[in-house]
């Protein structure tokens, strides 16, 4: 520990003498400084024992002495040394009340003894205290390297713990708690995960002091990772701020952990390859060779129901024009997403973003995920029910109550909006018609201005919202317009007769039954719309065309 007065009074060759302040000896010293200035306040940075000898003070002035020795007080010194024998041969009592009243240590020195002997036994003082923490500091680094070599990040936490005396946690890159050190800290740890999440959006590497919940503790966050982004962050709570040697372990634990993180993208980007031919095989058909390449890589992945997912990053430029208000129209209610969710939302490459979310709930749940990066595409093969399938809806869940303007900002905006692709359920053998069936959710997602689509809520729904599009509404426009201007003469009304007699898979008599006419009078009006439009309705594709184009028509 640094020197204190009470360290300095107990030196025997000092030889000094308590004549004021007795209870306030356990301060630390920061170092001794002479100044026999009347007033040396302004070259005071606090924590100073100050020795003088009076040389230009009247130390017997009652009133000079308060005003001087509540000036050093103020100023954060902690101690005045007062040398007898010099200008005077006693400590005045003026000063000795003075310092008393202010709370001052006073401390008497001794003719025999000069205040460069004072001043040397600080500086040693505080060289040894600095050796110590620094020994300490190198023998908690060897303790935490070999902790994460042999147990990892768990092993290293509890080491760092141990060593600042107090409590360490790991977050992944979406602020989710990976491990604590001793396990009680858990829902310490997992208060401060907004926290965290703030941080994230920090330029790295950032740090921040926050107070624990309820003022438990002092904990301090690093985020860690070399990237633009981090990967992870680290949090130490301790009860006090931390020492030199208590500083050095938790710099140590950040360096140790961010090799760690680097290192693990290293082993991602290999993984990523490996995965990248384990999808080709899947869609090309060869599950067998898939499975092969992959090993134990992807545990059971492969050999149960997993869902595809191909995600896009759409231009804002582009994703401005979609037609949002059908999309709220046609989407089913989603709830409102938890607040881990909306923060996981940031505005980085949403690919990016999607890409952790997925990986980090697989990795909590200890299942496996395939994540491939195609470009601006992200092809994802999860377990069907599983966690990652569930955070990737939750992501989306998040984008699309943004928009709806749960949030001011899109979650996204500044590199691009995210849409999504889900297949149905399939297994290795129906992986190629998975990967197509999560392409056409992925269109119909583009075109409605969702964020996620599945493969069965398009089966389960009606093919008419596909089809909500300018150019086919313009198609449908065009082909019936002939029959618009021909029943604003008001020669007829060849539209409503049309719908009819389609409506009723063209039965005479129940299509004329609905019009309230006969149905010679309907089989006259149909041969005008065949005439008109110069189309056979005998033709079923004839049929499908003007039935789909009543249907979306926008001159109704």
């Not at 107070?211 to 633009?228: F, I």
């Not at 999607?354 to 491939?372: I, K, Q, T």
Request: overall charge negative.
């Amino acid at each position: 520990m640094p020197p204190t007065l009470a360290s300095l009074v107990h030196h025997s060759a000092l030889k000094l003498t308590v004549r004021a302040g007795g209870d306030r000896l356990d301060v630390p010293v920061r170092w001794a400084h002479v100044s026999e200035l009347a007033d040396p306040v302004p070259y005071m940075e606090g924590g100073e024992l100050l020795l003088i000898t009076a040389l230009k003070l009247d130390a017997e002035d009652p009133q000079a002495m308060r005003r001087y020795v509540r000036r050093l007080a103020g100023a954060g010194v902690v101690g005045l040394g007062f040398a007898v024998g010099v200008n005077y041969d006693e400590t005045p009592k003026a000063l000795v009340e003075a310092a008393e009243k202010e709370g001052l240590p006073l401390l008497e020195v001794p003719r025999r003894t000069p205040f460069l002997a004072i001043s040397k036994a600080v500086s040693a003082a505080i060289a040894a205290d600095q050796y110590r923490a620094v020994t300490a500091g190198f023998a908690a680094q060897r303790e935490l390297t070999r902790q994460a070599q042999s147990g990892g990040p768990e092993g290293l936490l509890s080491a760092l713990a141990a060593q600042v005396d107090g409590w360490a946690a790991l977050y992944d890159a979406s602020g989710a708690v990976v491990a604590t050190a001793p396990e009680w800290a858990g829902r310490r740890a997992a208060r401060l995960t907004a926290d965290v999440q703030k941080l994230r959006d920090r330029p790295a590497p950032a740090s921040s002091v926050v107070g624990g919940p309820e003022n438990e503790d002092r904990v301090e966050l690093h985020t860690l990772g070399t990237g633009r982004r981090p990967r992870a962050a680290l949090a130490v709570g301790t009860a006090a701020a931390p020492g030199t040697a208590e500083r050095y372990a938790v710099h140590s634990a950040i360096a140790l952990l961010t090799l760690t993180t680097e290192r693990s993208r290293s082993l991602q980007a290999a993984e990523q390859r490996v995965g990248t031919a384990v999808l080709r095989m899947l869609l090309a058909g060869e599950p067998d060779h898939a499975r092969a390449v992959a090993g134990d890589l992807y545990g059971g992945l492969l050999d149960a129901p997993f869902r595809m997912l191909v995600a896009e990053r759409v231009p804002v430029s582009a994703s401005a024009a979609l037609v949002r208000a059908e999309a709220r129209t046609t989407a089913p209610p989603v709830e409102r997403p938890s607040a881990a969710a909306l923060a996981a939302a940031d505005t980085g490459d949403p690919l990016a973003v999607l890409a952790d979310v997925v990986e980090s709930a697989a990795a909590r749940a200890g299942e496996a995920v395939l994540v491939v990066p195609e470009g601006e595409r992200l092809v994802v093969l999860a377990a069907d029910g599983g966690a990652a399938a569930a955070a990737c809806g939750e992501y989306a869940a998040a984008l699309e109550s943004a928009r709806a303007g749960i949030r001011e900002k899109v979650p996204g905006g500044e590199e691009g909006e995210l849409v999504v692709g889900l297949s149905a359920p399939a297994g290795p053998i129906a992986a190629s018609a998975a990967y197509k069936q999560a392409e056409q959710a992925l269109s119909v997602a583009r075109r409605r201005g969702r964020v996620l689509v599945e493969h069965e809520q398009m089966a389960a729904g009606s093919v008419l919202p596909l089809l909500a599009d300018d150019a086919v509404r313009a198609f449908a426009d065009g082909m019936l317009r002939p029959l618009y201007e021909h029943d604003a003469t008001g020669r007829g009304d060849l539209v409503a007769s049309l719908r009819a007699w389609l409506s009723k898979h063209g039965q005479w008599d129940a299509a004329a039954a609905d019009l309230g006419v006969h149905r010679h009078t309907l089989r006259y009006r149909m041969r005008r719309v065949e005439e008109i439009l110069g189309r056979s309705l005998d033709d079923p594709d004839v049929r499908m065309e003007l039935w789909l184009a009543l249907k979306t028509s926008s001159t109704e």
